[in-house]
DNA sequence: CTAGGGTTAG
């Protein structure tokens, strides 16, 4: 502790010489998903003193109220503070949940000592909060069941099964369709079903997906047109537009088809790279008596994007016109960012015109590519222009829009304006989601700003935002580069007991720095966790 | 749920 006060006071005077205006921050220590006990361990950088690779403890003053704010109501920060009473549900239910208990059986007993009431509301928002973390989210939705007068939505239900899903708990996640039917009650929807379809393509189980659907009328549910292309739009979205194929074969007797039936499929061999089958479904499609669409055209100029043969777009947009087919916003915007994206930026912008000339309106998307492809070539101001602008067009950032101002600031290390940018989401009521922090977080490993680090992964719990595998990995990656071991490890032990499996690279290249730093009993830690990885983890 | 999210770095 006596290192800390230290080398904060050296560190606070080292800065207050370049700027008397910066304000240091003294809390925000812990991750605050990690247990009490491994806190413990966690911050090294106060006990190391390391002055060759501190970590930079201060924010920008405009934004260090904002910062502070988001300290007051974490749990884990306030234990001595009496904010219990102010603490809602949300906060109660999430502290019980940080315990991390091993099996959702022994979170029901936890939840069953404590006095908090199961309402819809709380527990929608608690599953989106642990929509990556199976164990808190079974238990809660389990113990919930059990409390009088209170019953899930179908909608509630359907979340669960997304999340069994999502975590490759296909077994769990059959039984809990099951128990939906037992319901009788009309529970089971295609809703239901087509979240089933979509996470069995995903983990790869194409048969298995479909013959969810044939299983469809089992729960109730009808084969119809729509049902089909969910699954048709499944399985050519997770990498098997064959499957799709075959399922459009055996089907289309006995189904009614619709335009978008053949787009998906062209869609998906045009994603597949394979043109000559897109042509054939598209020829296909006229045979069966529908007309080619703009969506039809736009994939078609998708894949000639993919293949940065711009030249067949041009005919395309050709041909689009012959046919009477107006190109729409998506259009514009696929045929713009590939030319941008391909270092063509006066032709990109020559799109944009065209666009505007043709009398077709941009949309949020359309400007988040703009900007985007702006910045990739350098031209920030003009960048910074085109989104001020397009709300002077009525056309009001979104998600995507701001995740793109926000990559750009971040890759430049423009910390300020990065979180001033999530600040103003936050004033525009925009929600950020996983695409959006991850650049802000990489940024904070690169530059070891431990506390902003830790501020952003509690904006995210605030905002229900549960990370995923692929953000600890780049959490484990940015800390390992930075250094930062013992926190690297936290992430990765975290991971795991999510019963997520990290990439092999990810573990390797923490095993190596671990080494280098001849951290033998972490390795040995790490190691021996990996080795227990692959068994799926029971829940 | 028919098309627009732009790398995991060195």
Redesign the pocket.
Known sequence: MLAKHKFLRLFRYHHSQKNPNIKPLRHLICNPFCTATESQELPSWIKSSDTKNPDEDFVIPSLASWVESYKLHEPRLAINISSEKTDTDIDRLSKILKNRYPSPDEVVQALDGSCLSATTGLIEQILRRFSNDLVPALGVFTWAKTQTGYRHTPEIYNSMVDILGKGKRFDLMWDLVREMDDLNDGYVT??TM?KIM?RLARGGKYDDAVEAFRGLDKFGVTRDA?AM??LM?ALA?EKSVEHAYEVFCEFKDCTPLN??TF??LI?GWCKARKLEDAERTMDEMKKHGFVP????Y??FI?HYCHEKDFRKIDEIFQEMQEKGCKP???????AM?ALG?AKQINEALEVYAKMKSDGCL??A??Y??L???LSKAGRTKDANEIFEDMKKHGVMPD??TY??MI?FACEHSREEDALKLLQKMEEDSCKP?L??YAPLL?MCCKKRRMKVLNFLLIHMFRNDVSIDA?TY??LV?GLC?SGKLELACSFFKEMVSKGMVPMN?TYKMLVEELNKKSMGEAKEQIEKLMSQVKPQESV
């Open positions: 295609l809703a087509g979509r729509m292309n969910l739009d979205k335009t978008g787009n998906i869609y669409d703009v969506v039809s736009t994939s998708e729409n916003a998506v259009t514009y915007t696929i960012h994206k941009p949309d998307k359309f988040s590519s900007i985007f492809i998600v995507l995740t793109t990559s989601n695409k959006t990489k692929g990995a780049l990656r580069m690279a």
